[in-house]
Nanobody, 119 residues
Framework: QVQLVESGGGLVQPGGSLRLSCAAS????????MGWYRQAPGKQRELVATITSGGSTNYADSVKGRFTISRDNAKNTVYLQMYSLKPEDTAVYYC?????????????WGQGTQVTVSS
């Protein structure tokens, strides 16, 4: 079994910054893509950013230039550095990982961490 544990959420004023972390643990051979998704009240979960094991990144248009995704493969950890936060960034942020176990790849989700941008 694999667990993803997120941390770093909280309340921040507009224009502020936060850094989210997500550490994977358990029966892990390797991890392919990792990513961050978010879900605001009354809305569907949406992609924020993804990063491959080789470091290639992809961002939602709404966060390009403000958010940076990175990962530490040795620690099985993915980060999301968020700058210039806006009220519309308020959501529960979920970590996602494609974990390789044997010949198969399994998708795991974290429990979510709340990010609230408000004055």
């Amino acid at each position: 079994q694999v667990q993803l544990v997120e941390s770093g959420g909280g309340l921040v004023q507009p224009g502020g910054s936060l850094r989210l972390s997500c550490a994977a643990s358990g029966s892990i051979f390797s991890i392919n893509a990792m990513g961050w998704y978010r879900q605001a009240p009354g809305k569907q979960r949406e992609l924020v950013a993804t990063i491959t094991s080789g470091g290639s990144t992809n961002y939602a248009d709404s966060v390009k230039g403000r958010f940076t995704i990175s990962r530490d493969n040795a620690k099985n950890t993915v980060y999301l550095q968020m700058y210039s936060l806006k009220p519309e960034d308020t959501a529960v942020y979920y970590c996602n990982a494609a974990v390789v176990a044997g010949r198969y790849e399994y998708e795991y989700w974290g429990q979510g961490t709340q990010v609230t941008v408000s004055s």
